[in-house]
């Protein structure tokens, strides 16, 4: 998924003229950067994001020496933003390495668009979290926490294991949700527009499929609500 994405996109800036030649022999340049506190996080244009819970917040760049400069980081109402200059949307480079590496005491909210992916290089634990996907990125999350909402659009992937009391998760518009080794107590799901969804619940599911998505469930919880229309389906797997 993740080779097809850039493919695509390397294409589309071929066919469209924009591109800009990648020239060999850059070399990455780390950057330390300097924020203020956050308990939230918005990630962009393809770059990548590896997050640790930590006992500080740390902010740590790796770039393509002559893109680095191009890579913003600012905290804006208690939330990190990770972005490239949209002047320079097409001096960017295929195959320019764009990394952030992101240390969190507080995690409630994370945000990816636009081709980023996200991962958590070790368990991420709190109260509350919501996770928002959309425009092909990709998050890969081992969570703890009591309550957790996801939402996945626009052709994103999801894959989340753990354990939470509450799950709430909503997939639409191709977008895949693989959440059958995350530990949910009580589970509303609903995919919507061809896409995918896995969960596993052990106490109450509330699942609705529509336009061609599929539901798939995991554990022996009662039923509360099964809705399938326009050719979705709610599926219980062993």
């Known amino acids: 998924m993740k080779t097809f994405k850039k493919l695509f996109i390397f294409i589309f800036v071929a066919i469209t003229g924009f591109g800009t030649t990648v020239y060999a022999g850059n070399s990455d340049k780390t950057e ?3 924020v203020k506190k956050f308990n939230a996080i918005k990630v962009s244009a393809g770059i990548d994001l590896y997050l640790t819970m930590g006992n500080s917040e740390e902010v740590k760049i790796v770039a393509d020496n002559d893109i680095i400069d191009e890579l913003i980081t600012d905290v804006k ?6 972005y490239m200059k949209k002047t320079n949307w097409f001096s960017w480079g295929f195959n320019k390495s764009r990394k952030a590496f992101v240390s969190v005491k507080e995690l409630n909210r994370i945000v990816a668009s636009s081709g980023s992916d996200v991962r958590s290089e070790n368990t991420l634990k709190g109260e509350n979290l919501e996770v ?3 425009s092909g990125s990709d998050v890969v999350l081992d969570v703890i926490y009591k309550n957790f909402s996801l939402d996945s659009s626009s052709g994103s992937d999801a894959k989340v294991s753990g354990k939470v009391k509450t799950f709430e998760a909503e997939a639409s518009s191709g977008s895949d949700i693989k959440a059958q080794n995350l530990e949910s107590g009580i589970c509303r799901v609903k995919a919507s527009s061809g896409s995918d969804a896995s969960v596993n619940v052990s106490d109450e599911l509330y699942a609705k499929a529509s336009s061609g998505a599929d539901i798939r469930y995991y554990g022996n919880p009662t039923i509360k609500e099964i809705d399938e229309s326009s050719g979705g389906d709610v599926t219980k797997k062993k």
């Not at 109402?77 to 990770?82: A, E, F, N, P, S």
Request: proline letters at 0%.
């Open 77 to 82: 109402d208690g939330t990190l933003r990770i």
């Open 132 to 134: 928002k996907t959309s």
């Open 32 to 34: 330390i950067r300097k």
